[in-house]
């Protein structure tokens, strides 16, 4: 049987991590190369690495903690940023990605997810969704880390890009980001049942019952995770013995 | 000394780093003719079936890697790599493969409507003892992340399956090949021992 999955998100700006709440208000929470080798010990499922500003920047940063990440740690590894390009995900993947997650792209170049799929296989091109309530309460998807809205419904957005090839889609609430008042237990489970690949949702764990209620009460395949385990003493060690005294399914590591 | 077959696609880098940190000395072979330079051979896989035999192919690598077999010197695949060595793939359209193992290679259909790619940590079902897995519980749990499965023509080259709306093969062996469909090199340290036995496996069972 497949094992749930609980997958740390570091965030990337200016070579240091960082974590913010509602996509701004971003605080420094340490060494990157640290947090890696910490997340490789602890036997984490996966980590993603976002380099939130790799569109202004370069990949130069992102590339130089894959390198690292690859080289010390032998665990799956997803990096995104600034995807916008076959060279970007090629140099990504070559760095040491196994799977790259493409965002703001899906909505201004969808044919790159294609594209991608056809070139390095769909199971290795993950499609991140932000969204958030407009003023109605109504929820968009949103691109450029936040930064601009469309019109696009999530759902609706979520089926189309697992019909141009994405292998796994990164779903994030933006009102819950950093919040820890636990995930949209409701918008992920709509998405996980609109798509036939593997859901991840993120924005909003604050304590490890927020793991277990997406985990047990959702379709999703996997929890994202960020503030949980930057700001207190909580690892995925602690989290996969919580998770699997809820009866959830986790990794056996021997 | 292991090699590790460059054919142009995606990352070898992993595979690489992983039998580095078990100190074995481990090299990219770019070069076909050199294969026999190596005790043991590596072939990884990223990318799609298709553009890999295309790849394989444009740089003569089928006829090396036959003949390295013919030596009975160990061939080890890892997920694509393993995909390969089957007669034949439908990944973007049907293409022949390197055909050292008969059979076929096809898109996963899991019962109950589970997801496709089947990504994350799943358990193997031994079907018979290899040194490959000695010593190994097969409760333990490897990263997989693909679409496609193998589908052997004989059953006694099946060394191990995985369930996920049914079992599918996720390891194979027949005389000197073996092959995984999970990733060791991403294995953390669980998968690492596995790839520690390949390197102590001299190729006969």
């Known amino acids: ?254 | 000394m292991i090699g590790i077959i460059d054919y142009g696609a995606g990352n070898l880098a992993s595979v690489r780093y992983a039998f580095e940190k078990l100190g074995v000395e481990v090299e990219i072979c770019s070069n076909p003719s050199l294969t026999l330079r190596y005790s043991h051979l590596v072939l990884p896989g990223v990318g799609s079936f298709r553009m890999a035999m295309e790849r394989l192919q444009q740089k003569k690598w089928p006829s090396a890697i036959h003949e390295y077999v013919a030596e009975g010197r160990p061939l080890l695949g890892i997920c694509l790599g393993m995909q390969l060595f089957f007669d034949e793939g439908e990944e973007h359209g049907p293409s022949l493969g390197l055909g050292l193992v008969p059979g076929q290679v096809k898109l996963m259909y899991p019962t109950d409507h589970l997801n496709v790619p089947h990504v994350g940590w799943n358990r193997l079902y031994q079907r018979y003892s290899h040194p490959l897995f000695e010593g190994i519980r097969d409760n333990v749990d490897y990263y997989f992340v693909h679409s496609y499965h193998c589908i052997p023509a004989n059953e006694n080259d099946i060394l191990a399956t995985c369930d996920y709306g049914g079992h599918f093969v996720a390891s194979i062996a027949r005389h000197n090949i073996v092959g995984m469909q999970f990733h060791p090199e991403k294995s953390q340290p669980s998968g690492l021992r596995i790839l520690k036995k390949f390197t102590d496996w001299n190729g006969k069972c």
């Not at chain 1, 370069?58 to 690292?68: P, V």
Request: glycine fraction near 8%; aromatic fraction near 4%; charged fraction near 20%.
């Open chain 1, 1 to 254: 049987m497949l094992k749930k999955r609980v997958i740390p998100v570091l965030l990337l700006r200016d070579g240091r991590m960082v974590k913010g709440k509602r996509f701004s208000d971003y605080r420094d929470t340490g060494s990157p190369q640290t947090a890696v080798r910490i997340y490789s010990a602890q036997d984490a499922d996966e980590l993603v690495l976002l380099d939130i500003q790799a569109t202004t920047n370069g990949h130069r940063a992102l590339l130089d903690i894959l390198h690292l990440a690859a080289e010390e740690c032998f665990m799956p590894l997803t990096a995104g940023g600034g995807v916008t390009s076959l060279d970007n995900i090629r140099e990504l993947l070559l760095a040491g990605a196994d799977k790259v997650l493409v965002n703001t792209a899906t909505v201004t170049r969808p044919s790159l997810i294609k594209q991608a799929a056809e070139s390095f296989g769909n199971q290795c091109i993950v499609a991140g969704i932000d969204y958030r309530a407009d003023d109605n309460g109504v929820p968009k998807v949103w691109i450029r880390s936040g930064h601009e809205p469309t019109s696009l419904d999530p759902v609706d957005h979520a089926r189309h890009l697992a019909d141009l090839g994405a292998g796994e889609i990164l779903l994030n609430s933006i009102d819950r980001d950093g919040m820890m008042g636990g995930y949209d237990l409701k918008m992920a489970d709509a998405v996980a049942h609109a798509v036939s690949v593997p859901v991840i949702a993120s924005g909003g764990a604050g304590n490890f019952m927020h793991l277990a209620e997406a985990l047990s009460n959702t379709a999703v395949s996997a929890v994202a995770c960020a503030s949980l385990f930057h700001f207190g003493d909580n690892n995925p060690i602690r989290a996969r013995s919580y998770l699997r005294n809820q009866g959830i399914q986790m990794r056996n590591l021997k």
